[in-house]
């Protein structure tokens, strides 16, 4: 039995509340209302953040989208995944990944697909754990 629950976040402020965790990821993010403002502006694209909630606070964040192109069909893509650092370790992150496959099922995804840096070793390897392949390279180019 997990000592969390999972859910969405929706609230103004429960999306500040996620701002430590979200800020470890994203540090360019400086502030909780800067953050707020991104998510609202990225919601109205189909961005949405789950979390796992202890206590009512979050230890873990999952920020994910439905979209679909030639290459998957229709796929289930995160944006973001994180966990506190007082939460890894524990389980909870593979236990995103199991719901974030799960709501892709639900709504009629071929695929999870996820992108990380080269030089996350650990998040790789967590990756690999929980079945994600690597598929390609992710190429970018500032405009």
Not at 13 to 24: A, G, N, T, V, Y
Not at 105 to 125: E, I, W
Request: neutral net charge.
């Amino acid at each position: 039995m997990h000592r969390y629950e999972m859910g969405l976040v929706e609230t103004d402020d429960e999306l500040r509340s996620c701002f430590p965790i979200i800020h470890q990821l994203r540090p360019h993010l400086r502030t909780p209302d800067a953050f707020v403002a991104q998510v609202r502006r990225q919601a109205a694209s189909g961005y949405l953040l789950l979390a796992a909630w202890r206590r009512d606070q979050p230890i873990a964040l999952a920020g994910y989208r439905i979209v679909e192109n030639l290459l998957y069909g229709r796929f289930l893509y995160v944006d973001d995944l994180v966990s506190s650092e007082g939460a890894r370790g524990q389980g909870v992150g593979g236990d995103l990944i199991a719901e974030l496959r799960e709501e892709g099922r639900r709504q009629a995804c071929h695929f999870l697909v996820l992108d990380t840096a080269l030089s996350n070793d650990l998040g790789q390897r967590f990756y690999f754990r929980q079945g994600l392949l690597a598929r390609g390279m992710h190429f970018a180019q500032p405009l």
